[in-house]
């Protein structure tokens, strides 16, 4: 048997590997590159946007004992994502699609009328001014968003409801209207599946893997109510928006809706 010597090897000749690709300059991306690091970083847990601080009704629910077991908590996480895409993917969509101050002042004040659930209402509008505060800090190019702050800061007028305000701000940002609704649908489940997490109904890799089978029913809902009217906006989970509305009233509680 042949074998080789350590010193041998070193006279081997070794032939590089050519990695070049001839590539078609006609077939070069046309998405804007800079649009998707944006897109990662608005959708980055690490953004401090607030939306951590909620639950989404899952508190409630666990406390009423409507969710006690993981299978419980999917069928409620579809449900939230049933009325998201509904109620709010509307909002998202026309500010998306015209992002500028009128629309989204109109947008807002009449979101404003459609929530009366008060613990949910407190919450848009929380994340939503803490978002827009997030927006105007990083992307300092957008002078659309800094005038935006400036000029409503402190309003009356305006209730900085968080689903118009991810509208705009996708709009002005880049994105195409399908992306922005498809990420407001990710930002929710993220955020439920979360919460969950620490209110210790499951565990880290369950969540993940929890995420990833969701993913598919986030995507029928995207399908279903995209590219509607605000004047298609509606409630479709009622006993959700009551479980919402009991947060305020528990004796103990770890989020703020």
């Known amino acids: ?52 601080a909620h639950s989404y009704g899952l508190e409630a629910a666990m406390q009423s004992r409507m969710v006690n077991n993981p299978e419980e908590l999917r069928s409620f996480i579809v449900q939230v994502l049933e009325n998201t895409g509904s109620l709010l993917l509307p909002f998202v969509y026309c500010a998306s699609k015209s992002p500028d101050a009128a629309m989204w002042v109109k947008l807002d004040q009449l979101l404003e009328a459609m929530l009366t659930n008060e613990v949910s209402r407190k919450a848009s509008m929380s994340q939503g001014s803490a978002l827009l505060r997030v927006a105007v800090s990083v992307f300092t190019e957008i002078q659309s968003l800094q005038d935006l702050r400036q000029k409503f800061l402190g309003s009356k007028a305006v209730s900085f409801h968080h689903a118009p305000i991810f509208g705009v701000i996708c709009g002005l940002v880049g994105f195409d209207s399908e992306t922005t609704q498809r990420a407001y649908m990710f930002v929710t489940m993220r955020d439920v599946i979360s919460a969950a997490t620490r209110l210790n109904l499951i565990g880290p890799l369950a969540a993940s893997v929890l995420q990833h089978q969701v993913a598919a029913d986030a995507e029928r809902m995207v399908q279903k109510w995209k590219d509607r009217g605000v004047e298609e906006a509606t409630q479709t989970a009622p006993l959700l928006d009551a479980l919402q509305g009991c947060h305020a009233y528990m004796f103990s509680r770890l989020f703020c809706s």
């Not at 800079?34 to 946007?49: A, G, K, V």
């Open 1 to 52: 048997m042949e074998c080789d010597h350590p010193a041998s090897k070193k006279n081997k000749l070794v032939h590089p590997v050519d990695c070049t690709v001839n590539e078609d300059p006609t077939n070069a991306p046309s998405i804007n590159q800079q649009s998707l690091w944006s897109q990662w970083q608005l959708l980055d847990s690490i953004l401090p946007t607030g939306g951590f």
